[in-house]
Every structure is written in C-alpha cells, then in structure tokens.
C-alpha cells in the first residue's frame, strides 16, 4: 500500500492507495486557525495512523509516503522551508513520519500531484502533455512534459500564475506588475465584482449576498450573469476572456495535448466557462499538426492531490 498527503490551508488530507493505485481508505486532519506546527504535525500522524488501522494494514505494510507540500522544500532531506500559509517551515517532514513508518517519503509541489493525480483519471492513459491549472486565492500550476512532471531548476518550475499579461497592469505581491492572476484568479474576480458593486452597478450581485460586500465570492458574479443581469455579463466575459489570454499562452509554450482546470471555479457549467474558454483559445492559439488543445476540468477535485502524491511511487 501507498500513502498520499495533501497539505492544503484548511487540512491534511490522506489516501491509502492499493499497487494498483484504486483508494482503500482516506482520512483527513482539520487545521484551526492558530494551530501551531506542533498540533498540526500531532494531528496528522493521529489521522494516518487511524487510517491504517481502519484499512487494517500495519505499518510495514506501506511501501511508499508521498506529500504534496504547498511551498518549499529540500526533497534530499525531506524537510519542508517555507509554506506561506501554514506555520511548517523548518519542519523534518521525513524524520516525523519515520517514527511510524518505515517508508520511503517523498516531497513534491502540491500542484504537481494534483497534475500527476488527473493524469491518472481515465481516457488520460496516452496524455503525455498536460498542465494543470487551479484557479483559488492564486493561480497554481503543474507541468506535465513527456510524461513526468516538468521541475525546472530548484525545482521551482510552474508559477504560471506570475506571467505578466498586462505590462504594467496591477501590482501582484511578488514584485511584478501586471500579473495573470491578479487578472484571473477567484480572488481577482470577487475584487473585481466588489469594485461593480462599490460604484453602485452591482445591485443583482449585491442582492444575492444579502446586501454585504464583504460576502462576495467569484460565485457571485457568475450566478447573477446566469439571472441575465447585464454588469455581471460583462465582468464574466472580461473575466474569460483574462483566463482565455494566460491559457493561450501556455498552449503557445508547452503545446499540450490538455489543459486541466481545478479549483472552485471550475465548477461553474461548460456554457459560462469552457466553452467560451475553448472559443477563445482555439482561435487565438498556434495550431499544431494533429489537432487542438484539448481543455477540460478536473476528474477528482480535491482528491487529484493525494493520488497524485502516492503516484510518486507507482512508475
Ligand atoms: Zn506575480
């Protein structure tokens, strides 16, 4: 049996996954705001160990610990050096589950396993090429070329979300102007439709919320857009047409035979998101012999992280 981790900023989630890569088990780790590292550690190893006693597999049983960590990490020593939102840095990550198991413990980028994990999802068993793309508070990458995950160099490849589309454009936290995902991220879009609302044109997504700005989401503009209500048309259109600009620059870079998208908006019905997304992109992207960019969304949500992390271990 196999483990997959995904540390994510509300909880640990953890899979039990058999060779053949089916779930036996799953279990998950609440982080509280303000937890410290120590709790959230004590917590995660007493959810892994209830998940290997409720599949009833001692611990020698486990072959192989696979982790996506959201942040940096040293994979050599198996100690994670910074999580932005999450107090980990500094923690041994492979000392702290040697105590219980004898496994191997792998450490990778958690965009990377969810990429790893919807390769994984079937009619993708010849998809070689492919990114991911999750679209929450920022937009997070994995790249998949010739069938592994692309690293670059200090394994620090994949921050798609910080190519500039508008030179000059918004200021994004980490220096540069102009940023994809200050443009097309879910926290973009719910600013954006703040800003309608602030100016007084935002009376339908205002309604839906019970009249408190504060409460808007990126779910907000998309349902009033569905009511037909004219501002949110609008914003929804600037907003593809912000995702469609980044997507097809990937499509021009990488040219893969899939682009997969996750996160919450991903939710929203083919007619409000991939098909005008699939308009755009195969109009505007560099065709290749053999077809078009395929564009689809995730298969397995939030679980593509911890079948991707136990898939470390599989090839
Ligand atoms: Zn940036």
């Known amino acids: 049996m196999y483990i997959g981790i995904d540390i994510g900023g509300s909880g640990i989630d953890a899979g039990l996954f058999r060779r053949d890569g089916s779930l036996a088990a799953r279990a998950r780790a609440d982080v509280a705001p303000g937890m410290g590292r120590d709790g959230i550690v004590r917590d995660m190893l007493s959810a892994l160990r209830g998940l290997i006693s409720r599949a009833g597999v001692r611990s020698e049983g486990v072959l192989g610990i696979g982790v996506g960590v959201p942040g940096a990490f040293d994979?050599?020593?198996?100690?994670?050096?910074?999580?932005?939102?999450?107090?980990?840095?500094?923690?041994?990550?492979?000392?702290?589950?040697?105590?219980?198991?004898?496994?191997?413990?792998?450490?990778?980028?958690?965009?990377?396993?969810?990429?790893?994990?919807?390769?994984?999802?079937?009619?993708?068993?010849?998809?070689?090429?492919?990114?991911?793309?999750?679209?929450?508070?920022?937009?997070?990458?994995?790249?998949?070329?010739?069938?592994?995950?692309?690293?670059?160099?200090?394994?620090?490849?994949?921050?798609?979300?910080?190519?500039?589309?508008?030179?000059?454009?918004?200021?994004?936290?980490?220096?540069?102007?102009?940023?994809?995902e200050r443009y097309a991220s879910a926290s973009a879009l719910a600013s954006s439709a703040a800003g309608v609302c602030a100016k007084g044109?935002?009376?339908?997504?205002?309604?839906?919320?019970?009249?408190?700005?504060?409460?808007?989401?990126?779910?907000?503009?998309?349902?009033?857009?569905?009511?037909?209500?004219?501002?949110?048309?609008?914003?929804?259109?600037?907003?593809?047409?912000?995702?469609?600009?980044?997507?097809?620059?990937?499509?021009?870079?990488?040219?893969?035979?899939?682009?997969?998208?996750?996160?919450?908006?991903?939710?929203?019905?083919?007619?409000?998101?991939?098909?005008?997304?699939?308009?755009?992109?195969h109009r505007e992207a560099y065709s290749r012999p053999g077809g078009r960019v395929g564009v689809e969304k995730t298969r397995f949500a939030r679980d593509a992280g911890i079948i991707g992390a136990a898939a470390l271990f599989f090839e």
Request: hydrophobic residues 40%.
């Open 75 to 180: 994979g050599a020593s198996g100690e994670i050096l910074h999580t932005p939102n999450l107090p980990l840095d500094g923690l041994n990550l492979a000392r702290e589950l040697a105590g219980d198991f004898s496994a191997p413990v792998a450490l990778e980028n958690d965009a990377n396993c969810a990429a790893l994990g919807e390769l994984r999802a079937p009619g993708r068993e010849t998809v070689t090429d492919m990114v991911f793309v999750t679209i929450g508070t920022g937009i997070g990458g994995g790249i998949i070329a010739g069938g592994t995950i692309y690293r670059g160099a200090g394994s620090a490849a994949g921050e798609i979300g910080h190519m500039v589309i508008v030179h000059g454009g918004r200021p994004c936290p980490c220096g540069r102007l102009g940023c994809w």
């Open 201 to 281: 044109g935002g009376g339908a997504m205002l309604r839906l919320c019970g009249g408190d700005m504060a409460s808007i989401t990126a779910k907000t503009p998309f349902d009033a857009a569905k009511r037909g209500d004219a501002p949110s048309m609008r914003l929804i259109d600037e907003y593809i047409s912000y995702l469609a600009c980044g997507m097809t620059n990937l499509v021009n870079i990488f040219q893969p035979q899939l682009i997969c998208i996750g996160g919450g908006v991903s939710r929203e019905p083919d007619e409000w998101l991939l098909d005008p997304l699939r308009e755009t992109m």
